[in-house]
């Protein structure tokens, strides 16, 4: 019999996202235990959770360099997407508790333990170095998604999306795992680091059809996570049913973490076949930031607006991807933060947009908006701006860093089409910002007074897309740093 | 590096071959004599009455559901069981934390009554 040997845990160097498992278990029990009275205290417990979660995260980084036997990478990358993970999570709490008012459905310990535990999946996903754990991870994340997206029990659309995207995503996690398989099956071995140094080392095997296939496949699971060009059918359906803080916070905090895995991946364990997926990526970018734009434009709701939207920010993600170098590493780390910051900033303001049960999604309803509530026309106009890319605000930087590098890498093209697509997404960001300020309202609507934990997420999100646009050092040279520490 | 997968092909094969020469022989083999009670949905048993569409309660679901995650504790616990000693107490806090996990989700489902029928 097999000698057993206790692995190293450093049960420390995942304490943050111990302490969001935790929340979210102890916001079930809450849930159950008090009465009517203790409902209204489950977001705060997990704000609470969130925030702890965060503290801890700084306190112990760059303590521990792997934990549970290798299975998990507690490096630089894994500390920023964990920052990312956490700010969104903090984020999307504040805006789900004035979100409550519009929908009262969420006011249940399940919407915040499974908040929690998405975050938790997402957070393991960035720093997971073993193909199995990535899986793990990305089931807990995406299984507490699905119930999120369709949470509006009795609203029509946000059960078809609930229902799309479950269909779809069990497909994709059956292509992803397929795509492991085989890679197991060529290299015998599932852990990142090893798979990278096992290519590295038989070059001769890297062009059979079972590492191919493998690669092939695994691009499709994780494409659809990203919503990358063909695989984002799903993303303006599933978008526009979910309720709106759900939605902010899957098309940034799901985004992020895939594409941490799909870096860490890619990166570390098919670096030997960077030259094959590097003219994949290359269409695929194209392909993805162009057709997200162009079908933005003729949208009539704003959550489908935005759902193309994040199609193209995939797109604009995938330069760096293919530019691949360290500081394009660092420039993806920079662009998922500042976009975070932006798109959780701008659902929550269309979150806002809604009274009991109803919800003023389209476009024409944002018309006068920006004198009426100036707070949030304010607010929602720094947030397009960072998204078009205009400065000062962080999408800006964000560009400026992903393009720049494209250049300095020989990409030229692929940096003017970037930039052409900005200036195509410019058409629509701004159209949103005439309509608040320079038309007259079509129907009168009427909106609560925003919650003060609305304003605390909006300021919270306005400040970081001002702060990383005009002062981006401190958020550039974390995001370097971390970058650095890929293992 | 392929050969390592010939038993799993034999067993895909052997699998595979014993369906298909199931069918194949009893529909070759069998006698056919039909008849009008045959050809009813169910041949044995009560005649349906009203619609046989009828949607199931949810509550059958939850069951389900419910056994299938206490039935996997305890498919977790065989393999712990049986390398008790060895695992030491390492296993044993390990199991614990993923008991008391389970239990938490167990006082939850208590409490939010879905283990009662009515």
């Known amino acids: 019999m097999l000698e057993f040997v206790v692995p190293a845990l450093n049960l420390k160097a995942i304490l943050p996202q111990l302490i969001l498992a935790l929340t979210a278990l102890t916001v079930l029990l809450v849930d159950v235990f008090a009465g009517k009275d203790g409902k209204t205290s489950l977001g705060g417990l997990s704000l609470i959770g969130v925030v702890a979660a965060l503290v801890t995260l700084f306190l112990s980084r760059g303590d521990f360099e792997s934990a549970y036997a290798g299975m998990l990478a507690v490096d630089g990358f894994g500390f920023f997407i964990t920052l990312i993970i956490c700010l969104v999570a903090l984020l999307s ?22 908040l929690l535990f998405a975050a938790f999946g997402m957070s393991f ?18 299984i507490s998604i699905y119930v999120l997206a369709g949470f509006k029990r009795d609203n029509l659309k946000s059960i078809e999306s609930a229902l799309k995207y479950f269909l779809l ?39 059979q059809p079972l590492v191919m296939g493998g690669v092939a496949l695994m691009t499709v699971g994780f494409g659809f996570k990203i919503a990358m060009f063909p695989f984002h059918m799903w993303t303006p359906d599933v978008y526009e049913g979910a309720p709106s803080v759900v939605t902010g916070f899957m098309a940034t905090g799901v985004k992020a973490a895939a594409f941490a895995a799909l870096v860490r991946v890619f990166f570390v364990a098919f670096a030997a076949l960077q030259t094959d997926w590097t003219t994949i990526m290359w269409i695929a970018a194209l392909l993805t930031m162009t057709v997200g734009n162009l079908i933005a434009i003729s949208q009539t709701n704003i959550k489908r607006m935005l759902a193309y939207s994040s199609i193209a920010h995939a797109g604009y993600l995938l330069i760096g991807f293919v530019v691949g170098s360290e500081i394009a590493r ?53 947030f397009l701006f960072s998204m078009a890319g205009i400065p000062p605000a962080a999408g800006f930087m964000g560009k400026f860093f992903i393009f720049s590098e494209a250049i300095k890498a020989g990409y030229v093209w692929l940096a003017i089409f970037g930039v052409i697509n900005s200036v195509i997404s410019l058409y629509y960001y701004l159209g949103v910002i005439v309509r608040m300020y320079f038309k007259d309202p079509e129907r009168e609507i009427s909106i609560a007074a925003p919650a003060g934990t609305l304003v605390a997420a909006l300021s919270l999100a306005a400040f970081g897309v001002l702060q990383m646009g005009i002062f981006p050092s401190y958020v550039w040279d974390l995001a370097r740093a971390s970058a650095k520490m890929l293992m | 590096m392929l050969r390592d997968y010939v038993p799993v092909m034999l067993m895909m094969l052997v699998g595979a071959g014993f369906g298909v020469v199931a069918v194949v022989l009893s529909s070759a083999l069998g006698p056919k004599r039909r008849s009008r009670v045959k050809k009813e949905t169910y041949e044995c048993g009560m005649t349906t009455q009203g619609a046989t569409y009828a949607p199931t309660p949810i509550k059958y679901y939850v069951v389900a559901l419910l056994f299938l995650v206490f039935d996997l504790e305890c498919v977790f616990m065989y393999p712990w069981a049986v390398h008790y000693k060895s695992l030491g107490v390492f296993g044993f806090v390990e199991m614990v934390i993923f008991m008391v996990v389970l239990f938490v989700c167990y006082v939850y489902v208590w409490k939010k009554g879905a283990l009662e029928w009515e």
């Open chain 1, 169 to 207: 995503g069990a497909f994709a996690s059956g292509f992803l795992l397929f795509g492991f398989a085989l890679i197991y099956g060529a290299a015998g071995t599932l852990d990142i680091v090893k798979l990278g140094s096992f290519f590295t080392a038989h070059p001769d095997l890297l062009h």
């Open chain 1, 125 to 142: 996903m960035g720093s997971a170095s073993n193909l199995i754990m990535i899986f793990v991870a990305l089931e807990t994340m995406s």
């Open chain 1, 330 to 382: 660092s420039a993806i780390l920079f662009y998922l933060l500042g976009y975070a910051f932006a798109n959780i900033g701008a659902f929550a303001v269309i979150s806002a947009m809604g009274s009991k049960g109803e919800e003023y999604n389209e476009l024409s309803d944002f018309q006068g908006v920006g004198f009426k509530y100036p707070m949030l026309g304010l607010t929602m106009s720094i």
């Open chain 1, 93 to 114: 709490i504040l805006v789900a508790i004035s979100y409550e008012k519009v929908c009262p459905e969420i006011r249940s310990g399940e919407f915040y333990s499974l």
